[in-house]
């Protein structure tokens, strides 16, 4: 079973949605420090919403056939600390297209996993929204808030800090994203997002 999977995990195209995500425009060389910087707050929101942590990412690699790209934690460490945001210049290294592939692969199949949750915040953000209430109030979305916002500041530089309030939008906007790309395509969406924001982020 071990070898059939290592076998798996060397292949070109470990899944059908890696497949998907080849035959989309792959981003230019200016894109690149958006692109890991939005992957990275992606997975951010989704582990302060779950609780998720660096066992379940390393499992879903190891689900989709991805190990041999995200093998262990260090790796996975280094991927994150690529985000130029980051405190700390020891773990960067450059994100190379096949590594962002499998991060949004890895993040899908994880929200895909708890859109149940998702869904729930969501509602509950919307049911906020039409009772003018604030999202805070909410206990599932006052925790998520509060953890998003704290694990941002610990993790980012201080120079990237900024205000509460953005802080709690950008939390927000994110958990809406992560509905997206929770549902089938949800990779293809995701990939093309971060294409597309680079541009404008």
């Not at 660096?54 to 689900?63: G, H, R, T, Y």
């Amino acid at each position: 079973m071990l070898k059939v999977m290592h076998s798996a995990a060397n292949s070109p195209t470990p899944t059908p949605q890696w497949e998907d995500l080849i035959k989309l425009p792959a981003p230019n060389s200016v894109q690149w420090d958006n692109i890991k910087t939005q992957l990275d707050l992606v997975l951010l929101a989704l582990e302060t919403l779950t609780g998720i942590g660096s066992e379940a990412m390393l499992s879903a690699a190891i689900d989709l056939n991805l190990e041999s790209r995200v093998p262990d934690r260090v790796a996975l460490w280094r991927l994150r600390q690529s985000n130029p945001l980051r405190k700390g210049q020891g773990g960067r290294k450059k994100l190379d297209v096949e590594e962002a592939r499998a991060l949004v692969l890895i993040t899908c199949y994880l929200a895909q996993q708890h859109q149940e949750l998702i869904r729930r915040a969501v509602g509950l953000l919307e049911q906020m929204a039409e009772n003018n209430r604030e999202p805070h109030q909410a206990a599932l979305l006052g925790d998520y808030i509060d953890a998003f916002c704290n694990t941002y500041q610990e993790r980012m530089e201080e120079e990237s800090t900024i205000s509460t309030d953005e802080l709690t939008h950008l939390a927000l906007k994110l958990l809406i994203d992560l509905l997206f790309y929770s549902g089938s395509g949800g990779h293809r969406r995701l990939w093309l997002a971060l294409i597309d924001r680079s541009t404008k982020f």
